[in-house]
């Protein structure tokens, strides 16, 4: 079946301009996670939706970052007025949840994201 | 918080060199135990897990045995492939247990 899959694949921005990147999650997947990736700094957690429930947007670096869920399913990832210090791969991920967080995140292949 | 540390690469072997890719772990009771590979223009998969002290996870020839004593989960393969050339990221959940925490990341390097 259908993996997870992000759009666009790459994105070039100016500093100061907006940004959104997409996630589609495998169908049926209750748990939806972003992660950054940077060189050399693995990967770093930034916000996690479970269902209907709040989602835990400790991760998320400052205000200028936010994200949504719509009906379950779709994410955006907005990044307000863009920083040279951005620019990173973007991961999104999906779970089904059922047995906890030891169930297996499904990773979409990101979004290389270069802030100029 | 939970965190893990792995070695850093690359890691630079010849073709059916034994494999071992250090991870050691700190961790609140006992979670389980992930490690992911990202294979050059992929995203990152599963490669395996184990989920209490003494497990081993093994798949594509790859082991990691999840060591309490040593907070280690260390993984091995016997004999690597060119196509094992990849990124490979240890990971456990996070105190809150909501998402995993990944540790930076080793670079395989395997040459014919």
């Known amino acids: 079946g259908a993996g997870v899959s992000q759009s666009p694949s790459n994105k070039v921005t100016e500093k100061g301009k907006d940004v959104e990147l997409r996630c589609d999650p495998i169908?049926?997947?209750?748990?939806l996670y972003w992660y950054r990736q940077s060189l050399g700094q693995g990967l770093e957690f930034l916000i996690y939706f479970q269902g209907n429930s709040a989602p835990d947007k400790s991760g998320l670096p400052s205000d200028r970052f936010s994200a949504e869920r719509t009906g379950g399913s779709v994410s955006t990832l907005t990044i307000q007025r863009t920083q040279q210090e951005d620019s990173a791969v973007y991961l999104c991920?999906?779970?089904?949840?059922?047995?906890?967080?030891?169930?297996?995140?499904?990773f979409g292949p990101g979004t290389r994201l270069t802030v100029l | 918080g939970n965190s893990v540390t792995q070695m850093e690469g690359p890691v630079t072997l010849s073709e059916e060199a034994f494999l071992t890719i250090n991870c050691t772990y700190t961790a609140t009771g006992y979670p389980s135990l992930f490690w992911y590979v990202q294979y050059p223009g992929e995203g990152l998969q599963l490669l395996l897990k184990?989920?209490?002290?003494?497990d081993k996870g093994s798949n594509k020839g790859f082991e990691a045995t999840y060591r309490k004593e040593t907070t280690s989960f260390h993984l091995e393969k016997g004999s690597v492939q060119v196509s094992d050339s990849a990124v490979y990221f240890c990971a456990l959940p996070n105190s809150g247990y909501s998402t995993l925490t990944f540790g930076k990341g080793t670079m395989l390097l395997v040459s014919p």
């Open positions: 169908s049926g997947h209750t748990a």
């Open positions: 991920a999906s779970s089904s949840r059922q047995g906890g967080v030891a169930d297996t995140q499904y």
């Open positions: 184990a989920t209490k002290a003494d």
